[in-house]
């Protein structure tokens, strides 16, 4: 296979190196969070796989069969194929490395390029000739081509196209879903020519069964992505707004919901609190591409905005419930359910329970938190909110905001429970529909959507 490229504006034929055995290939997946793990289980399953990132402690953790994110299981972690490290020097064995690290928002909502570059910057130092890299992490269409490639080229000093290939395959696992694991989920693959999107093809199908789809051009793949997500905030945000007018109106959002989707063709989504590291960040690099092509993407903002006050509005409906006498929030001990950013699962990255528990803590309210499977590593929010670890641990409350449906939740807090720490006509705001309404409005001032 050879290839022309330009050199000192005159085109020289240069032959370029074959493409690995796809079946045989020695995969390194760089970032070992909820997409890199399950893909770097799935490919363990026939050929050595390297696993790679730069935080010791989980890297120790994985070699002891743990999984912060309960993506995987321990069964998965000591196969014999699975070689977990920080070593950067394991990755030069690698015929493949993937890409799959985040990409968070900077202050301000701008894309934060730094962890997917810098990744970059490890794989141009320390891979093979006829490596074929692929980026995984969600990016606005370009990125790929436009700031990972070059860096590829100036670290590696090697050329795209004739000493290494590069592709895109977006991520499209979803944490706590246990249901559809990386198998289940129909990949997007895109090279930088057809011949590589042959080969990330066959790569994939070593782990993915549930069909691939060869997308026109790389940058069709990232937007892609990029669109399934958006398209997500923005339909919630349609959703979230309608609570809010119904809510007014004394109607049930739910209620109209369920009377809609009785069409064939009408999409059902629910009202919430859209967080997380993938929908509510996402947009915002849309925005930013928009942006740069002097397009101010009217409705992908409205939606981000709708969302983002979505948390306030649970603030205010709880407000609003107090009695008269006591209409406000100045001294109430308020107990949130959930800092996760979704059911069933322990990210709290950018999760907006903490938003809710912002705007509690700013009206004077003492807000306790409760949620046994959430994973605090980091700081997330929730200035005053105090962590405790079972319900009854601070009781007894004046309030109740339930923002996570969690099994756990489902199977060991019933009314009875709830009824032992909170006083009878307490306001209780259930977002994501804990209890059952019409039992819990005979024991308390209660609310769901």
């Known amino acids: 296979m050879s290839t022309s490229v330009a050199i000192n504006n005159k085109f020289e034929v240069l032959e370029a190196v074959k493409l690995p ?36 402690s989980k890297i120790q953790d994985l070699r002891n069969g743990e ?32 890409v799959c690290v985040p990409t968070p928002v900077m202050q301000g909502n701008k ?20 490596c074929v890299v692929v980026y995984e992490s969600t990016v606005d269409p370009g990125t790929t081509e436009n700031k990972c490639v070059p860096i590829l080229e100036e670290v590696s000093g090697m050329r795209e196209g004739v000493d290494f290939y590069v592709g895109y395959s977006p991520e499209r696992v979803s944490p706590g879903e246990h249901a559809r694991r990386v198998g289940d ?11 590589v999107t042959d080969y990330l093809a066959e790569l994939y199908s070593r782990v993915v069964k549930a069909g691939l789809f060869k997308a026109a051009s790389i940058k069709v793949a990232e937007a892609a992505k990029i669109l399934e997500n958006t398209q997500r905030d923005v339909n919630i945000a349609l959703i979230n707004e309608m609570m809010q007018l119904f809510d007014a109106m004394d109607i049930k959002v739910t209620d109209v919901v369920a009377a809609a989707g009785s069409k064939w063709n009408f999409h059902k989504y629910f009202p919430g609190l859209v967080g997380g590291h ?12 928009g942006r740069g092509h002097g397009l101010a993407m009217e409705m992908v903002s409205s939606a981000r905005q709708v969302n983002e006050r ?13 009695d008269a006498e006591s209409h406000n ?20 990255r ?23 499977i959430a994973d605090d590593g980091h700081f997330e929010g929730g200035r005053g909110a105090k962590i405790i670890n079972s319900l009854e641990e601070e009781g007894p409350y004046d309030a109740v905001v339930v923002t996570a449906k969690h099994d756990c939740f489902v199977e060991e807090i019933d009314l009875f429970r709830l009824a032992s720490v909170v006083g009878r006509g307490a306001p209780i705001v259930d977002l994501r529909g804990l209890f059952d309404e019409k039992m819990a409005k005979l024991q308390f001032n209660y609310w769901t959507p």
């Not at 970032?31 to 363990?44: C, E, I, K, Q, T």
């Not at 989920?185 to 011949?195: E, L």
């Open 21 to 56: 055995n796809p079946k045989e290939s020695i995969v390194a997946v760089l970032g070992l969070g909820y997409v890199g793990l399950p893909l770097m289980v799935g490919f363990a399953d026939d050929q050595r796989t390297i696993g790679f990132d730069i935080d010791a």
């Open 278 to 289: 993938c929908i509510s960040v996402d947009p915002f690099y849309l925005l930013s591409a």
């Open 350 to 372: 950018n999760s907006k329970a903490f938003a809710v528990m912002d705007s509690l803590w700013t009206r004077g309210a003492d807000v306790f938190s409760y949620d046994p």
């Open 310 to 322: 979505t948390a306030h509005y649970i603030s205010d409906k709880l407000h609003e419930m107090l």
């Open 185 to 195: 989920i129909a990949k997007i693959v895109s090279g930088s020519t057809p011949a």
């Open 329 to 348: 929030l100045q001294g109430k001990r308020v107990l949130v359910l959930g800092r996760a950013f979704k059911d069933n699962c322990p990210d709290i």
């Open 67 to 98: 999984d912060s994110t309960d993506m995987t299981t321990k069964e998965d972690l000591i196969k014999e194929n699975m070689d977990f490290t920080c070593d950067v020097n394991a990755l030069r064995e690698a015929d493949v490395m993937m």
């Open 111 to 130: 894309p934060d390029y730094r962890p997917v570059l810098a990744a970059s910057r490890t794989i141009g130092q320390n891979m093979k000739r006829g």
